[in-house]
């Protein structure tokens, strides 16, 4: 499944893997253009919304969450700003369909 939509989604897109990675189809994250702003993000996700698809942000940077700041106090890695800034998760699971796949691509193309 993950094949099909990778050769329906934008160029624009990239996706993340890890090295020698195999999907176990249940979490599809990508990376959004560059020009992604966090407001563009949110711009994103209320759009998918609106169309009837839930999108989500998975790999919240760890030295934000509370136990970590209160152990190191709020510091930023602007790499992984990035990263985070610019990844969502799209929908994918088990009875996903191609007409699913196809209608998931078109909202998130004609969002860019």
């Not at 996706?15 to 966090?38: K, M």
């Not at 088990?94 to 969002?111: E, G, N, Q, R």
Request: no cysteine.
């Amino acid at each position: 499944m993950i094949d099909v939509i990778k050769n329906i989604l934008s160029e624009e897109i990239e996706f993340v893997e890890g090295f020698d990675s195999i999907s176990s189809n249940h979490l599809l994250s990508i990376l959004l253009p560059e020009r992604f702003s966090h407001e563009s993000v949110s711009k994103l996700f209320h759009f998918m919304s609106e169309n009837g698809v839930v999108i989500q942000k998975h790999y919240i940077p760890i030295y934000k969450q509370p136990f970590y700041v209160k152990k190191y106090g709020v510091i930023t890695l602007s790499e992984t700003e990035r990263f985070y800034t610019r990844q969502v998760s799209l929908p994918l699971y088990v009875d996903m369909t191609k007409d699913d796949i196809h209608h998931v691509s078109k909202l998130l193309d004609d969002f860019l």
